[in-house]
């Protein structure tokens, strides 16, 4: 079956505080790592990608951490707003493979 | 937005019919991957599209069908409808061929289709 899944199904942060969703994927072979957001109505928007020879990246109040030995790939939000309310993928890609393989989700809400 | 448009935007049909789902791509993106995306769960590789040959396949039956045409524009066609079938499809599209990590793919907004 599909190997990417994530910890939580939910999470609950104040606004303005940070958040952490956090992802397990099981594919030695997988070498790209993408986290996608995805509102109500709406197809999943890209946020931040990582390839497998880096271990963090840092976009606009993103961050991405990856790591290889444990498989594990987490998506950290700093100083969360009303908008990043929405449902957060990881998805991975086996080399050489055109598809995203995608885990199942995690709903992000804030509380105001 | 992402430049990706999916028609239409809902769908209903009865269980043994057949339907097709529209996709143009972003300009400049010449492949276009299909996704199924049932509720409550991540998205599903359905098919990729390249050059107007299908150019990868998930694991879905041959009841699922798809086309590409010159302007990059594609259908993705469903046979003898299953309840199961019920669910947002979304059409991706990106440049080049082969293994994503190269290109970042974008997704439309997808079609509910719902099966009864």
């Known amino acids: 079956g599909e190997s990417v899944g994530l910890h939580l199904p939910t999470l609950s942060v104040q606004e303005g505080d940070n958040s952490i969703i956090n992802c397990a994927y099981s594919?030695?072979?997988?070498?790209?790592f993408i986290w996608y957001k995805q509102e109500s109505g709406k197809g999943p928007q890209f946020i931040i990608d990582?390839?497998?020879?880096?271990d963090k990246r840092q976009g606009q109040r993103v961050t991405v951490l990856l790591n290889k030995t444990v498989k594990h790939l987490s998506l950290q939000i700093a100083a969360t707003q009303p908008g990043d309310s929405a449902v957060y993928f990881c998805?991975?890609?086996?080399?050489?493979?055109?598809?995203?393989?995608f885990g199942q989700g995690t709903r992000l809400t804030i509380n105001p | 937005e992402t430049g990706v448009t999916q028609s239409p935007t809902h769908l209903i049909k009865t269980r043994g019919q057949q339907v097709t789902l529209r996709c143009s791509s972003q300009?400049?993106?010449?492949?276009v991957s299909w996704y199924q995306q049932a509720l409550g769960q991540g998205p599903q590789f359905i098919f990729q599209?390249?050059?107007?040959?299908?150019?990868g396949r998930g694991n879905f039956p041959p009841r699922f069908s798809g086309l590409q045409f010159p302007n990059y524009s594609s259908e993705l066609n469903v046979n003898a409808l299953e309840l199961d079938d019920s669910a947002l499809y979304l059409c991706?599209?990106?440049?080049?061929?082969?293994?994503?990590?190269?290109?970042?793919?974008?997704f439309g907004s997808g079609t509910q289709l719902s099966v009864l």
């Open positions: 594919n030695s072979a997988s070498d790209y």
């Open positions: 991706a599209s990106s440049r080049g061929q082969g293994g994503l990590g190269n290109e970042k793919l974008f």
């Open positions: 990582i390839r497998s020879n880096m």
């Open positions: 599209y390249y050059r107007e040959e299908e150019n």
């Open positions: 998805a991975e890609v086996i080399q050489g493979a055109q598809k995203l393989v």
């Open positions: 300009s400049g993106h010449n492949t």
